[in-house]
């Protein structure tokens, strides 16, 4: 947020209905996942977005591209095996990659989770706390692993609920984070006044409308360039 610089882009997973149309991740996602679908849709989605990165050269950009893995997904010993086979032959690399560990599964077994974690940023892959809010998650566990970046929800950022309890629990988070070396990355920044709120904070990194909607693989060299444009 101090440069506006550029730094990555997420990966949304959208389904074509031939009925209801473009359908949103939080309709279908949590189904797939109940019904045991969660790793090959994983598997759907690194894949197209390997092929995206490819075919509009957006290596060329420098920034960083973050995906989604559920936690029974993530925990699986042989999930960066067909990570690493994914990437195979691309310029997207471990180092370009974020995984993004979602909410949508309570957590447990930490010591397994301990081992995984360690062992994708062995591979160079970075990692990030997702959806981090006083009513989603108890980040604290996770700040002993060695996570990359921490995601601030959405509904915190625009000031849903509480306003005492919304600004001691992000303070809270943020100081707990920086102090165990996470980025902070605030999500819902859909307009300026939210960006100086959370600018003034502390936050390290911004996601959001103001910066950019949800858009095609073939529309973000264009939306680069102007952003790179407005910023200056």
Request: hydrophobic fraction near 50%.
């Amino acid at each position: 947020m101090a440069d506006r610089r550029p730094t990555g882009f997420e990966v949304l997973a959208r389904l074509d209905h031939p009925v209801h149309g473009l359908v949103e991740a939080d309709i279908f996602v949590p189904a797939m996942e109940a019904a045991g679908l969660g790793r090959r849709l994983s598997e759907a989605v690194v894949s197209r977005a390997v092929q995206d990165w490819q075919a509009f050269d957006l290596g060329a950009l420098g920034m960083t591209i973050a995906v989604n893995l559920p936690l029974d997904v993530l925990m699986m010993p042989d999930t960066p095996d067909w990570l690493e086979a994914a990437l195979h032959g691309s310029t997207l690399g471990a180092r370009q990659l974020v995984i993004e560990l979602t909410e949508s599964q309570e957590l447990g077994c930490m010591p397994t989770l301990a081992s995984a974690v360690e062992r994708y940023r062995a591979l160079g892959y970075r990692l990030a706390i997702d959806d981090v809010g006083p009513e989603i998650r108890d980040h604290r566990p996770l700040l002993d692993l060695p996570f990359s970046m921490m995601k601030l929800d959405r509904g915190l950022v625009l000031g849903v609920g509480d306003a005492a309890a919304r600004e001691e629990f992000l303070d809270f988070a943020l100081t707990a984070a920086h102090e165990a070396g996470l980025l902070v990355v605030a999500e819902g920044i859909e307009d300026a006044s939210s960006w100086g709120r959370m600018a003034a904070a502390g936050i390290d990194q911004a996601q959001g409308f103001h910066i950019g909607y949800p858009m095609r693989a073939s529309e973000i060299a264009d939306w680069h360039a102007d952003w790179i444009a407005r910023g200056r």
